[in-house]
């Protein structure tokens, strides 16, 4: 039976008594998603398996969102926490630091990367972002062109929730209830996105350069001198599920933005801390480096809320020798526990060798995912990198037509997946201002090449029981 909690010296509430605490039939009021479905509950997990309130056990195939990068329950990650509270549970940042966030931070930056010099932590990608593009603002109020206010983002991008990064993401379906709740300085240009939008006939090299004419256009036709930052998602995410640029795209956007001044900020909230094989998604595409970047999910592996914002040296510099701060910050910036949940992550990514597991593991997850997809209809194209793929679903092969948005094709079958014990992560993006389906699978790098078999069976099966009902 539950212990009695003594109430005595609680403030008042609406319980009159301890039985009234801890009435289990008193149970409806944390405000969920939907209101229709109750999300399940998760008694445990670990590993890459989720253990549910019904008995169930469910292969964790997205990692949560593309979080759980060394998988769930951690022992070493559990007493580096515990170790921490122990010592200092919190301190406020405008007076004090620890030890977790200094070694976090250096641990990132050892031998600052591409010129990336501090790293700047907070809870959530989205306060990441914000930070990161007021971090911008700052810098050209210190440079003396406070005109530069207007950013360029890309539509179907994700940049976050709150509202300045919603008003730059280009998820329609996130923002219907909160049209004029925006920062209005902002425009967006076309995803890199060739199995959508490469023509007929033009080459990925064609592509490329008519993409980077759009974004000289857009910045051209907004006044460069107007313009602070272009921002875009390396491999693009939870948006369109993990499309990775055509050749040369990133390179030419950084020379562009090189060509007008323009800060370039890469938000690799998602597709960062080794998802996609390498520890930074941009390494993969030549000279493409940031002037400011995110990262968040893989950072901490979801066993606390943390993310961080990493600045290049040419912006610090500017903030250096101009006010010396930057005018900014959260209660909870670069919080203890969440710093020595993220210091251990790390740490055990890197003894473990998991950003090369994770590379080697995703060229087996994508020739189980094309042997056994092969023969599906409604499988248009299968794409990532590392442990970061996704399908998306079409009615017709042929001509990409996509389903009516009222099926919800992929939804239907992450829903029949579920039920077969396996969870993909559902990205809720637009195509051609129609609700897209696809299904990401990012599973934790730990995973085994016996569970991946498991999962990519279990996504034929779903497949297929959902074409059956729509052929
Ligand atoms: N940027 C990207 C690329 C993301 O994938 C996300 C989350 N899916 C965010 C920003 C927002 O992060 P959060 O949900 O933690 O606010």
Redesign the pocket.
């Given at each position: 039976a539950p212990s009695k909690i003594d109430i005595t010296h609680l403030p008042s509430t609406n319980c009159p008594d301890n039985e009234s605490l801890l009435d289990p039939s008193d149970k409806d009021h944390l405000l969920h998603r939907s209101f229709i479905e109750p999300p399940a509950l998760v008694e445990r997990a670990e590993g890459v398996n989720l253990f549910l309130s019904d008995g169930r056990k469910i292969i964790d195939a997205c990692a949560g969102?593309a979080v759980a990068l060394i998988g769930h329950g951690n022992k070493e990650v559990h007493q580096a926490i515990v170790n921490q509270l122990q010592k200092v549970s919190y301190v406020h940042t405008q007076s004090y630091t620890t030890q977790s966030a200094e070694d976090l931070a250096n641990l990132i930056l050892r031998g600052s990367p591409h010129g990336l010099e501090k790293a700047f932590f907070v809870g959530?990608?989205?306060e990441a972002?914000e930070s990161a593009l007021k971090l911008a603002r700052q810098y050209y109020f210190e440079k003396n062109e406070p005109e530069r206010l207007h950013i360029v983002s890309r539509r179907q991008g994700?940049?976050?929730?709150t509202m300045t990064?919603m008003s730059i993401s280009g998820n329609l379906a996130r923002k219907v209830p909160f049209e004029g709740f925006s920062y209005p300085h902002t425009s967006q240009v076309s995803p890199a996105f060739a199995y959508r939008y490469m023509q007929e006939g033009e080459t990925e090299v064609e592509y490329t350069a008519r993409l980077l004419q759009e974004l000289d256009d857009e910045f051209l036709r907004v006044g460069p001198h107007k313009v602070m930052a272009f921002i875009a998602?390396p491999v693009a995410?939870?948006g369109i599920g993990s499309v990775t640029p055509p050749t040369g795209y990133l390179a030419g956007v950084r020379r562009l933005c090189d060509k007008y001044g323009i800060l370039l900020i890469f938000?690799e909230?998602?597709c960062g801390v080794g998802r996609t094989g390498t520890f930074f998604a941009f390494e993969q595409e030549g000279d493409a480096v940031p002037d400011i970047m995110t990262i968040?999910k893989g950072l901490g592996g979801g066993y606390a809320p943390i993310?961080g914002v990493l600045v290049h040296k040419r912006i610090v510099d500017v903030l250096r020798h101009g006010s010396k701060a930057f005018n900014h910050g959260h209660t909870y910036q670069a919080h203890p526990t969440s710093c020595a949940a993220a210091l251990a992550v790390q740490k055990i990514v890197v003894r473990d060798g998991l950003i090369a597991r994770c590379a080697a593991m995703g060229k087996i997850l994508e020739s189980m995912l094309r042997t056994e997809l092969r023969d599906c209809w409604s499988v248009g194209d299968i794409r990532g990198r590392g442990l970061f793929w996704s399908v998306e679903f079409v009615k017709n092969k042929q001509t990409k037509e996509t389903f009516e948005p009222s099926i919800h094709f992929g939804g239907r079958v992450q829903q029949a997946a579920f039920e077969k014990g396996v969870a993909l992560y559902p990205c809720g993006g637009t195509v051609d201002g129609k609700k897209g389906d696809h299904l990401m699978i990012a599973p934790p790098f730990i995973i085994t090449e016996e569970e991946l078999r498991t999962v990519c069976n279990v996504l034929r099966e779903a497949v297929e029981s959902q074409q059956r009902l729509f052929s």
């Open positions: 969102a959530s990608g989205s972002v994700y940049h976050g929730n990064t998602e995410g939870s938000d909230i998602m968040a993310s």
